[in-house]
């Protein structure tokens, strides 16, 4: 169904297409062990019958409608305290490939959750193989709604929704492996500023008071940073916290 896309170096030169599987995470996890998959071998499904969020969330995809699908990347020395720019490059490849069309309020929801006003439009799960201090492979997981018009979750939504528009997935396909080896290849020249920079610029409430939950209590505070553990820097009340993911929840 997919074809390889001739304007990438690596990334969906090896291209796996199943029909249906539970995960292409746990697929590209199963096959790194079971064959030989190169640095940015990409496994695309049209029906993902389990696709895996953050903290243990499913993804919702109608079959045939969405892009549903995993890369393995294999970093050359990634530091495990440096993993948090596999998200970053991540996440600006989908707002890049978003922001090609005329659509109003694409932000990074902290830290991967793309939205589209209120809504989600993508989500990212990121899942690394580590040996001592360094990261051995990555396996980069991406769920975005490309076409599907009714969901049962009431604040997701698509691309074609927020456009009215119907789209061909090869070819979005395509354009998006290109925005994510053109932010990859930055990570890997070592523009970790720039890709740091542009992250902030596209999150999602950045020095506004927002609501958030941690130990379920809410509280008010404004996102002041995101550090380089990937941990969102939040002030209340002039005093500076940093939290992981799974001690905060981002309330929109």
């Not at 074809?3 to 796996?16: D, M």
């Not at 995993?70 to 050359?76: A, D, F, M």
């Not at 830290?111 to 690394?128: A, F, Q, R, T, W």
């Not at 698509?158 to 354009?175: P, Q, T, W």
């Amino acid at each position: 169904m997919y074809k390889i896309p001739a304007n990438t170096l690596f990334i969906g030169q090896q291209l796996i297409f199943v029909p249906e599987c539970h995960s292409t995470n746990s697929l590209v996890s199963e096959l790194s062990v079971k064959s030989t998959l190169t640095d940015g071998a990409v496994v695309i499904t049209s029906n993902q019958t389990a696709g895996r969020g953050q903290r243990g969330n499913t993804w919702e995809s109608a079959s045939g409608y969405n892009l549903t699908f995993s890369i393995l990347l294999k970093p050359v020395s990634l530091l495990v305290k440096n993993q948090f720019y596999l998200t970053i490059v991540a996440s600006l490849a989908v707002v890049d490939f978003l922001k090609a069309y005329p659509i109003e309020g694409i932000k990074i929801k902290w830290p991967n959750d793309i939205y589209v006003g209120k809504k989600k439009i993508c989500g990212i799960l990121i899942e690394n193989s580590i040996h001592s201090e360094y990261i051995q492979q990555s396996v980069l997981g991406i769920g975005l709604n490309i076409n599907q018009r009714t969901f049962v979750y009431p604040y997701a939504t698509s691309l074609s929704l927020v456009s009215n528009e119907k789209f061909d997935l090869n070819n979005s396909f395509n354009i998006l492996l290109e925005k994510i080896e053109q932010r990859y290849l930055q990570f890997r020249t070592g523009k970790l500023a720039v890709l740091k920079k542009a992250y902030l610029e596209n999150l999602l409430g950045l020095g506004e008071l927002r609501t958030f939950i941690s130990n379920k209590q809410k509280f008010e505070g404004t996102i002041e940073d995101v550090n380089d553990k990937g941990e969102i820097v939040v002030d209340e009340n002039s005093i500076k916290t940093a939290f992981s993911t799974k001690e905060i929840q981002f309330v929109i």
